[in-house]
């Protein structure tokens, strides 16, 4: 491999990591402050794969709104759902055991499943990318790259920065912190750990919906498309350590880079390298790369 | 009080001394299953033998569950390897002998169960939830990937294990009585070995392994042989599995049935060996149920909502499963009565 | 149309009395394809096709009424064995229609073949089926792995390519498909020069598109399906590789697909045993009866459904209804020509298609047919012992 085409896999490592995080950022926050195992959280990114997908039309139908003003409606309507459903189902999952919490959220996977088969069908879909940012950028002479993926890199960062900035610097970022530490403590100083469980399960929601809109014009819609991701985001949060963002922006680096150059340089072996991966570090590291927080 | 009323409810649970009512279930259940191959038709015994070997399967999970602490999320690992070992080591024409098929893949799950537990209980919680989960993949990847798995498509074998000539598991018939004989002799192995001195060393490790460690015990050893056990009835579930079907195929070894047979412990209720089986023939009845043409006509093709919201209510109304419900009951009903009757206020259950 | 169907349903009912005592019990047909999953439209488009064929014989063939029993294989190998026997066991159907996975098919073919039921394969490409695993009352309508890819590798050695990269999943269909396309490529001359696989069912392409970038080979052949088809075609042509290497593959590349891949499809060719705009007689009288029944155009995986009736009809018509004449059966399917939508096809030896392989280009929403790819293509059938 020549120090041109090495930079490009760099490029594609570094894109498929970050995308990579902004999905396994929601499950690390649900995960890690509320100690719920989430099985249906690739159902989420499903979700918002296939949000774009309805939704595109009827935005623009209805006022003319372009890409930007779909992601708007569709982060406002997981907000909600997203706290609907922490309000009417995982808010009683929070004393039970992590083997309840994974039978209870794999049901949930089939409804969600279903549901999906019952409203939009079992075709395959594609989402178009919105036309100012379907062009793409020369590298080289060897390849070109398509600007909107440089675009969701962008917005990976961005959200990766908004997320340290509020966990460190905010009231909010210092209870829901407080909160995964010492639920009984926090609420006993007055603080509704009720409401704060909610408005972080409505993030992690977000989280998750906002990258499968993101992902949809470079990814395909098709059933069981979340199965895949959420074995990839379990690694991912496994290897950064539960509960820690720090940690899963790391690890979503790391397995991006395993799988993108695993598959060049191993290709026998790709299947099975971020696994391989994972049972090192975690033989290394038993507890994952960073503590929570 | 309410620590006090756990532990009660732990002990008596655990029912050191054998339950005079349980034993004579479980022998009116096995006579029921005895029966089958007479009066039931070919799809029948074809259905009790499937449920039996998912029976087997789900004891040997329940053993590290919910006896040991330890939530394994690869079983299907060493499922998938005794079903392997079953087809590889079949000759291509004779029909091998059970004397040495059998064990001889029960020990390759036993032995993968060895390796792969000596390195994932270094790890603890969740963490050992991820690595089993990892090596369960690997696992699956040798076996889609390699010549030695024989590739995505799967791989048949073309005779069936025969013991001497009195017992050909080709038969329908024979492979259920079989398949009867193992099960039980699972459980009645299981059961003596929870009783033991080992079982209850288990049993301390699932409560409180700290406390274990603190008292001199070195729970590293008992937490390896638990998963060897473990690995190695998974293995013979496999074995069955294969010789029943003639057929392997990676999608044996793949997380979706590591997550089923996790359902099928979790539903029929943890810590009692009889939830493992409850819980298995629940899942395959309630599969049956929701996939039936007759009951739901057009509509069975999306069985998977059905299922996913019955999965859905049991775990959040029967908290400790199946097994869990004539203690319910009686809760429910005598707890409310005895209430009234001394004058206190009605608590939450 | 539609009076006619009428009018032999009315006939049929009439005659039904008078046949009277004589009435042939009906000839279950189980059907087991994916309802549910990745592959649930092709499911429902095989059983859609079956189905017209059958109704426009008046519900008969070979003079018995045609019932049929379902089950949703899932495309689970896992439990194909158990599925297969559902259908056998509890809905005691007489002939074995399905299915679309490969490793399930060939879980049924190994029951068919142990248990002698009539197993018609409506889509399942893999090799083994009319292969090591042939047997006299296994059928195929559809098409092994092997022969898109060897029709395409007869294109690309003509249109005079040296250098071609293949890409595909890491599974048994893609590892088929490619090795059909390599033989027949450097038959002719031409070199693979890297054979590229992602692990199945991983849909990130970027490293290895990049690797393909910088091999520079004079065209590519990528084997991948449904959502994973979708994101290559459109991943290809964002990388601009679209322009500078050629990308060429089996018709299932842009099948079903082009809605969702747009305009990144736009100009591909690929093989296939079926595409738009055949223009016969036959193919249009076909597209207009499906339009008419289901409200939408049929695809390939609709014609084989289709076929796979015909050849069922032609079987039990030999036999006039008797299963149990399981060599008359065989061997009138075997000499039959089976008038089928995509063109006339004959069957070998182990009971694949020999039919020709069209070369279709993307023209908008369809896949038009500028051609033959491969005239009467057999698959070589190794192993197969008929």
Redesign the interface.
Known sequence: MDVATALVQCLNALQYGLLLFLVASGLTLIFGIMGIINLAHGSFYMIGAYMAYVLAPIVGASFGGGFFATLLVGVVLSVLFGYALEWAFFSYLYEREHLQQVLMTYGLILVFEELRSLLVGDEVHGVATPGWLSDTVPLGGLMTYPVYRLFISGVCLAIAAGMYLVFTRTRLGMMIRAASCNREMVQSLGIDVKFLYRVVFAVGVALAVLAGMLAAPVSSLYPGMGNSVLILCFVVVVIGGIGSVRGALLSSLLVGAVDTFGKVLLPQAAGVLVYVFMALILLWKPQGLFKAG | MEAARFVQGGLKARAWPIDRTAAVLAALTFVALALVPRLA???GI?LVT?IMIYAIFALSLELL?GSTGL?CFGQAAFFGIGAYAAVLLTPPSAAPSLLWILPASVLCAAGAALLIGA?AL???G??F???T???A??VY??A??TPLGG????I?SNAKPVLGTWLHLEQPASLHVFTLTSMAAVFVFLALLLRSRFGRALAGIRVNEQRMRATGFSTYPYKLAAFVISGAVAGLAGFLFAV????V????L??H?S?AV??MV??GG?GQLRGALIGAFAFALLQEFY?S?TIFGTF??????G??????AS??LL?HGLVGVPGQLRERLMGRAARRAGGLPDEPF | MEKIRIAIIAAAALCAPLAGAQTAAKIKVGLMLPASGTYASLGSAIENGFKLYVAEQGGKLGGREIEFAQVDDESDPAKAIDNVNKLLKRDNVDVLVGTVHSGVATAMAKVAKETGTVLIVPNAGAGAVTGSMCALNIFRSSFTNWQPGYAMGEVLAAKGYKSVVTITWKYAAGNESVGGFKEAFEKAGGKVVKELTVPFPNVEFQALLTEVAATRPDAVYAFFAGGGAVKFVKDYAAAGLKKSIPLYGPGFLTDGTLEAQGADAEGLLTTLHYGDGLGTARDNAFRQAYATAYKMQPDAYAVQGYDAAQMLAVGLNAVKGDLTKKQEFAMAIEKAKIDSPRGVFTLSRSHNPVQDIYLRQVVGKENKVIGIASKALADPGLGCSL
């Open positions: 038709g070919p799809f074809d499937k569950v939530v390195l270094r790890t603890k969740v963490y939830i991820m690595v989960l990892a090596f993949q690997m990847y040798v889609h990937d590739g995505s498509d799967g048949y029943k079907d003639g057929f195929n990676p999608e044996l793949s997380w049935l997550a996790l359902i979790l539903l943890l996939q043409e069975a093709k999306h069985w998977h909502l299922f996913g919201l019955t999965i859905i775990v959040a908290p």
